[in-house]
């Protein structure tokens, strides 16, 4: 662990920068036919200038839905969204999202995948391509930029997910599970460019996971929400020195607050748990092979 960092004056930094985002009140409930439920129920939320942010909480809490509503993608029921003290209205640029699955354009190339964002903004095409070739070289995929998405790995994909929102140059990125469905190991690797990326970018981060090493690992605070209402159950401060490599995770500092975000995501009262997830039903025999040896 780094002898010399104060994660008092840490925090005093953060909340003196300006808020980027800020929810008040914000709730949202789902409606079919005549059955209502509470997605998020009063999520009160300030996230300063180059804060990384990580939500997390058991499935069904709203973890998706609190990230898509401030994307402007889903709308909300009641509260605020504010980016720059400003209500959100739909989507915008300045908000860039990158989802789990790859969301990028089969028929373009990854340079074309970059470049749309500054094409829609109505960027020319000289300035659009020189702009999609500074944020491909950040991500380091120069050699690729002229392949498809299908001839990419799942790595690739990201990294070119990644490059193609912050080529609009955003003031928050908003990311919903984005590594969910990596290799541990690439996982570990974009886990380390992500952190690379926003310690040497003005960029403010909201990262979806359910993984409580990656929120650890990555966040400056964790918000743990429960579900069932989706409220925010606590936000806890990460303790621990920046910049931050997976060895940390061998760290008893960060073993302890793993073991306290564990017990704010698994320890929830019953009727907290997800409804899909209640009396589940018994399996009927369907084999008449032993399990036992």
Known sequence: MTQDFNTENYFKQIYARPVILETQGLSQVFQHDQIKRTILKQIDLKIHQREFICIIGPSGCGKSTLSRVVAGLDDFDSGKVLVDGKPIQGTSPERGMVFQGYTLFPWKTVKENVMFG?????????????????????????????????????????????????????KLLLMDEPFGALDPYTRQKMQKHLLDLWQNIDITILFVTHDMDEAILLADRIVALKANPG?????????????????IMQSDEFKQLKAHVNHLVHAQDDIEIDPAMQNLPSIPRMTQVSTQK
């Open 118 to 170: 500054p094409l829609m903004k109505g960027i020319s095409r000289t300035r659009a391509e020189e702009m999609a070739r500074e944020w491909i070289g950040i991500i380091g995929l120069e050699k690729y930029e002229n392949q498809f998405p299908h001839e990419l790995s799942g790595g690739m994909k990201q990294r070119v997910a990644i490059a193609r929102a912050l080529v609009n140059e955003p």
């Open 231 to 247: 409220e925010i159950r606590e936000i806890i401060e990460v303790n621990l020195p920046r910049p931050r490599t997976p060895d």
